[in-house]
């Protein structure tokens, strides 16, 4: 009994043993396979970054960093008008379409504004200023929350990340996205050639995505292909936001359209991207400082439109001015012709003639010493009215500008029939159809849908070339040419050197101030067409001031100049009339 006892513990032992050994190898199988799951996610999501970038990227150790570190967020300006962001980690729900910051013991946010993040944002995700279709944010999630959503997808690429404002715009393309991107770029070092860029505005490619593809050699992002790659998309390092510093022109959403108040951008920084651009291209100008023409290759452009705002003697126009210029005429046509075609045709015109439109932004492709045109239907001011009259301005670009206006109705021709988008007004009540019939002129206006306005500038015109060449003589004095265009300087004087100042009282009524000067130091080093010095002389306690233009560095004052009385005095220096040096520190001198 006791041995059959023995024998049945010894099974019951030995069938235990066996039990634990096939559960210990369930479980370790169980283990093995749930591990070999989660590095078969890993290795689908690792191919899903791969399909966006060819940088490597090792998912374990970012998806451990992302839940360790979180998101950090660093961003330069004081306010949301001028703030660009960079991040580590910020991620994106396609679900839900919005940025997520997590958290974690080691994330950092500066600055950090609190509930001020929210009036009215963060930062503008395009480059114009403070609209509010163009806001950025983000929400907010503890990094241990990331236990319960989808498995993120990691683009290792540096990305961009911004809202193109009206992509199917050509002026829009060039102002709002091309030139604020490109700045953008050279402003972060790594924001080179390999950065990403991110549309986040919903548009579809839009015609001019070519543009687009130019600034970097990774293929673009719209928002809509993100779902493609996962409910969960993060950045492991972004810049978010644009610099506006390359703006010159406000749209009127405020107040009527007009250059901005403090334009921060000269030609010679777009004609930088505009030759970056071209070498992009692989155009070679045909004109212009890189490739002197000769006189007989001189020639006209003229903006030929063939769906609305057309020149209705476009051929009659064409033969004045070859006869007027005593060049030859030619036609480019958005409709018809590449962008890059229409580059090179430009880049060495000596003349640019278009109707107003987007297409006049090609202008920043002149070469120096060229003419813009810009031609304007019946009842369109061109004062109003002046993005491309602002660029042709700017110091650097040298360019003539000219604008002619129909000011004969007869020569217009309308479309009140038109959907409104084009001009119509067939859907406006009879009272303000004739009101718009009578007007003589468009009165200043927000932006965008005035139907006056779009009544107007969708008008076909004959140009009246009589006057049209008398705009052109009054206004243009010599012929164009480029070959002896250069461009002009903008350096500035720097600060006039050892100040003084000197006084005498002749009588007891009568007193003499004499200032003196040395040139700014990088005066010697300059060529310089003309030199002047700005002295300002304030009594003080007073609110005004006298000021004098001087061409040499010492002077004597005796006019308005009283006995025992103490005078403030300032100098600077001025080049070729518009090239303004510092004050040198204020002089306090009693006579």
Known sequence: MRAASCRMNVAAILNGLLVSVVAALLWKYVRLSEHAAVLEEELQLTRQSQELSQARIDYHTALLALQEYGTRMVCTGKMHTDRICRFDYLCYCTEAEEFVFFHSNSSFMLPNLGPRRFQPALLDLSSVEDHNTQ????????????????????VPDVALILNRFNPDNLMHVFHDDLLPIFYTMQQYSDLDDEARLVFME?????AHFDLYRLLSSKQPLLKEQLRNFGKLMCFTKSYVGLSKMTTWYQYGFVQPQGPKANILVSGNEIRQFSSSLMEKLNITTLGGEESPVEEKDEYIVVFSRSINRLILNEAELILALAQEFQMRAVTVSLEEQTFPSIVKVISGASILVSMHGAQLVSSLFLSRGAIVVELFPYAVNPEQYTPYKTLASLPGMDLQYVAWRNMVEENSVAYPERPWEQGGIAHLDKEEQDHILASKEVPRHLCCRN???????????????????????????????????????????????????????????????????????????????????????QEQGENTY??????????????????????????????????????????TCRT
């Open 135 to 154: 806001y950025f944010n983000f929400l907010e999630l503890p990094a241990a929350a990331l236990k319960f959503m989808p498995k993120p997808v990691f």
């Open 202 to 206: 919903g548009w579809s490619e839009g």
């Open 451 to 537: 139907p006056e306005w779009l009544y107007r500038i969708y008008q076909d015109t004959i140009v009246d070339i009589p006057s049209l060449l008398e705009a052109l003589r009054a206004t243009v004095k010599t012929k164009p040419n480029l070959k002896k265009a250069k461009p002009a300087s903008t350096v500035h004087p720097g600060q006039v050197r050892e100040p003084q100042c000197q006084t005498s009282v002749q009588a007891t009524n009568e007193a003499k101030l004499t200032v003196s000067w040395q040139i700014p130091w990088n005066l010697k080093y300059l060529k310089v067409r003309e030199v002047k010095y700005e002295v300002w002389i």
């Open 546 to 587: 006298m000021p004098y233009i001087l061409p040499h560095q010492n002077y004597t004052f005796s006019e308005n100049i009283k006995p025992f009385t103490t005078y403030l005095v300032w100098v600077r220096c001025i080049f070729n009339k518009n090239l303004l040096g510092p004050f040198a520190d204020v002089l």
